[in-house]
């Protein structure tokens, strides 16, 4: 499986705030988009991962156990991610000399 570009990372994070939110509405408002957009982005996660993620009802959202699953890797990953990008701050507080070829 290739890596994940830009775009499929972004809609994991997505799913990822919505879980975390457990709410649309909530989600958008911390992503800064209409629920319908996260809507939109949702189904089309869900088709091409070929698995529901959320079981939504009127007044809740709640992962599938697909979705479980799958948030507990996310959780991993994108700490992990958040911590190389705070690693980086230690360079450009003090920066580093470029490799002479």
Do not use: W
């Not at 629920?35 to 089309?44: D, F, I, N, Q, V």
Request: proline share 4%; aromatic share 4%.
């Amino acid at each position: 499986m290739p890596a994940p570009v830009r775009g499929e990372l972004a809609d994991l994070n997505v799913f990822l705030t919505i879980c975390r939110r457990k709410s649309f509405r909530l989600a958008a408002s911390e992503l800064g988009v209409s629920t319908s957009a996260l809507s939109h982005t949702m189904r089309g996660l869900e088709e091409r991962l070929g698995v529901r993620l959320l079981n939504r009802t009127s007044r809740s959202v709640v992962p599938t156990d697909a979705g479980e699953a799958l948030l507990g890797h996310l959780e991993t990953g994108f700490s992990h991610i958040r911590m190389a990008l705070d690693e980086l701050d230690h360079y450009r507080e003090s920066p580093g000399r470029a490799a002479a070829d």
